[in-house]
């Protein structure tokens, strides 16, 4: 979309909410909806309950990785002169894409072994519901071998989400600061005196 203006605050707004929301819900996933499990008694009602919320917030959780990308994209493509000219912009750009793009990565796989737990979860219950794990992503001494492999793997890409995401919003606060008029001369004096 071509503008005629240099101000993007609808597009940076959505941008800064979308990993907002992909950051602080992550974090509440961990640190909330994966032990709120321990205060359940059945083995199977820990994983189930786990498995539910993170289902439901997956819509918006996807929903803010999409306007990061999106919005990340348009934000991108309307600073191509400061991309060219400002020393470290293309470089801290590039790196806040890249950190988006394996965060995408990190909250794909981490539902993907949530799934798995929980199917594996359904098929090791027995029918009263007995499972032997500490809460959705940890497992006790009784817990099969197969269940705590896809829980760490879980409990690591669920880490490393926020981790990311939060790298992104890192990147984006010194893009956003590098638009100041001291910033942005030093810059371009730095991209010039390296020539």
């Known amino acids: 979309m071509t503008t005629t203006t240099d101000n993007h605050f ?9 990993t907002a929301l992909w950051f602080g819900g992550s974090v509440m996933g961990i640190a909330g909806v994966n032990k709120s499990g321990a205060d359940l ?18 819509p918006a959780q996807w929903g803010g990785i999409a306007a990061t990308l999106g919005t ?9 002169a400061r991309l060219a ?11 806040k894409a ?19 737990i929980g199917k594996l979860a359904e ?3 027995g029918p009263d519901g007995s499972l032997d794990v500490k809460d959705a992503t940890l497992p006790s001494a009784g817990t099969p071998p197969e269940i ?12 490393a989400v926020p981790a990311l995401a ?17 910033s942005t001369v030093k810059g371009l004096l730095g991209k010039v005196l390296r020539r």
């Open 10 to 18: 609808i597009a940076q707004a959505v941008h800064d909410l979308g």
């Open 41 to 58: 008694t059945s083995g199977i009602d820990k994983v189930r309950v786990a498995s539910s919320a993170w289902s439901r917030f997956s």
């Open 72 to 80: 990340g994209l348009q934000l991108t493509s309307s600073n191509k």
């Open 85 to 95: 000219l400002q020393e470290g912009y293309g470089a801290v750009g590039t790196l």
């Open 98 to 116: 890249a950190l988006t793009v394996a965060g995408a990565g990190a909250t794909a796989f981490a539902a993907y072994s949530g799934a798995k």
């Open 123 to 125: 098929q090791a219950a």
């Open 148 to 159: 705590k492999k896809w829980q760490a793997r879980q409990r690591v890409t669920q880490a």
């Open 166 to 182: 939060g790298g992104v919003i890192v990147c984006n606060a010194w893009l956003v600061q590098a638009y100041r008029p001291m």
